[in-house]
Protein backbone atom coordinates (compact mmCIF):
# COMPACT_ATOMS: atom_id res chain seq x y z
CA UNK A 1 0.00 0.00 0.00
CA UNK A 2 1.02 3.80 -0.58
CA UNK A 3 1.54 5.42 2.59
CA UNK A 4 1.75 9.54 2.63
CA UNK A 5 3.42 11.46 5.50
CA UNK A 6 3.20 15.47 5.65
CA UNK A 7 5.63 17.31 7.54
CA UNK A 8 6.42 20.99 8.37
CA UNK A 9 3.42 22.26 9.75
CA UNK A 10 3.67 24.69 12.09
CA UNK A 11 2.27 28.20 13.92
CA UNK A 12 3.73 31.65 11.58
CA UNK A 13 2.51 35.23 11.55
CA UNK A 14 0.74 36.75 8.81
CA UNK A 15 2.73 37.73 5.79
CA UNK A 16 4.80 34.72 6.58
CA UNK A 17 6.22 31.65 4.72
CA UNK A 18 6.19 27.83 5.58
CA UNK A 19 7.30 24.66 3.45
CA UNK A 20 5.24 21.48 3.98
CA UNK A 21 6.99 18.64 2.79
CA UNK A 22 4.71 15.08 1.59
CA UNK A 23 6.82 11.59 1.74
CA UNK A 24 5.87 8.57 0.26
CA UNK A 25 6.07 4.96 0.94
CA UNK A 26 5.19 2.35 -1.62
CA UNK A 27 4.65 3.39 -5.10
CA UNK A 28 7.13 6.42 -5.84
CA UNK A 29 5.78 10.30 -6.71
CA UNK A 30 7.11 9.22 -9.76
CA UNK A 31 4.43 6.92 -11.05
CA UNK A 32 1.33 9.07 -9.57
CA UNK A 33 -0.17 12.77 -9.91
CA UNK A 34 -0.17 14.55 -6.34
CA UNK A 35 -2.04 16.86 -5.05
CA UNK A 36 -2.43 19.13 -1.46
CA UNK A 37 -5.74 19.68 0.33
CA UNK A 38 -7.04 21.54 3.15
CA UNK A 39 -9.74 21.40 5.80
CA UNK A 40 -10.57 23.74 8.26
CA UNK A 41 -12.66 23.10 11.30
CA UNK A 42 -16.56 22.57 10.28
CA UNK A 43 -16.02 23.29 6.39
CA UNK A 44 -15.14 21.07 3.42
CA UNK A 45 -11.91 19.70 1.98
CA UNK A 46 -10.69 22.55 -0.11
CA UNK A 47 -8.09 22.04 -3.24
CA UNK A 48 -4.95 23.72 -2.89
CA UNK A 49 -2.45 22.67 -5.58
CA UNK A 50 -1.59 19.54 -7.76
CA UNK A 51 1.17 18.27 -9.55
CA UNK A 52 1.47 15.88 -12.71
CA UNK A 53 3.66 12.68 -13.20
CA UNK A 54 5.94 14.49 -14.50
CA UNK A 55 6.38 17.18 -12.74
CA UNK A 56 6.34 19.79 -15.29
CA UNK A 57 2.51 20.72 -15.32
CA UNK A 58 1.11 21.93 -12.21
CA UNK A 59 -2.47 23.53 -10.97
CA UNK A 60 -3.66 25.72 -7.88
CA UNK A 61 -6.58 27.03 -6.14
CA UNK A 62 -7.90 30.24 -7.07
CA UNK A 63 -7.55 31.17 -2.92
CA UNK A 64 -3.78 30.31 -3.10
CA UNK A 65 -2.97 30.98 -6.68
CA UNK A 66 0.09 33.64 -7.02
CA UNK A 67 1.07 32.63 -3.22
CA UNK A 68 1.84 28.99 -3.23
CA UNK A 69 4.12 26.78 -5.21
CA UNK A 70 4.22 22.71 -5.28
CA UNK A 71 7.18 21.21 -6.36
CA UNK A 72 9.10 17.76 -6.42
CA UNK A 73 12.94 17.14 -5.76
CA UNK A 74 15.13 15.95 -7.86
CA UNK A 75 13.80 12.24 -6.67
CA UNK A 76 10.51 13.60 -6.95
CA UNK A 77 9.57 11.98 -3.98
CA UNK A 78 9.06 14.18 -1.70
CA UNK A 79 6.78 16.59 -3.04
CA UNK A 80 6.54 20.24 -1.11
CA UNK A 81 4.14 22.86 -0.92
CA UNK A 82 6.44 26.33 -0.34
CA UNK A 83 3.70 28.65 1.32
CA UNK A 84 4.46 32.37 1.37
CA UNK A 85 2.33 35.34 1.80
CA UNK A 86 0.25 33.45 4.46
CA UNK A 87 -2.85 35.01 5.89
CA UNK A 88 -5.10 33.95 9.01
CA UNK A 89 -8.03 32.08 6.02
CA UNK A 90 -5.15 29.76 4.91
CA UNK A 91 -5.08 27.93 8.96
CA UNK A 92 -6.83 24.29 8.01
CA UNK A 93 -4.97 21.23 8.21
CA UNK A 94 -3.09 20.73 4.99
CA UNK A 95 -3.55 16.46 3.31
CA UNK A 96 -1.55 15.13 0.70
CA UNK A 97 -3.24 12.63 -1.14
CA UNK A 98 -1.79 10.73 -4.34
CA UNK A 99 -4.09 9.17 -7.37
CA UNK A 100 -2.32 6.23 -9.75
CA UNK A 101 -3.98 7.95 -12.80
CA UNK A 102 -1.55 10.41 -14.29
CA UNK A 103 -2.95 13.44 -14.44
CA UNK A 104 -4.11 16.68 -12.58
CA UNK A 105 -7.46 16.77 -10.50
CA UNK A 106 -8.80 18.90 -8.22
CA UNK A 107 -11.78 16.45 -6.74
CA UNK A 108 -11.16 14.87 -3.43
CA UNK A 109 -12.89 11.36 -4.94
CA UNK A 110 -10.46 11.22 -7.58
CA UNK A 111 -7.23 10.38 -5.36
CA UNK A 112 -6.71 7.40 -4.33
CA UNK A 113 -4.02 7.81 -1.02
CA UNK A 114 -4.71 10.22 1.84
CA UNK A 115 -1.58 11.32 4.22
CA UNK A 116 -2.72 11.63 8.38
CA UNK A 117 -2.50 16.18 7.70
CA UNK A 118 -0.27 18.43 8.81
CA UNK A 119 -1.26 21.45 11.06
CA UNK A 120 -0.69 24.87 9.59
CA UNK A 121 -1.98 28.00 11.85
CA UNK A 122 -2.00 31.30 11.12
CA UNK A 123 -1.53 34.43 13.55
CA UNK A 124 -2.64 38.01 13.21
Known amino acids: QVQLVESGGGLVQAGGSLRLSCAAT????????VGWFRQAPGLEREFVAA????????SYGDSVKGRFTISRDNARNPIYLQMNSLKPEDTAVYYC?????????????????WGQGTQVTVSS
Open 26 to 33: GRAFGDVA
Open 51 to 58: IARSGGIT
Open 97 to 113: ASRVTPGIATRTDRYDY
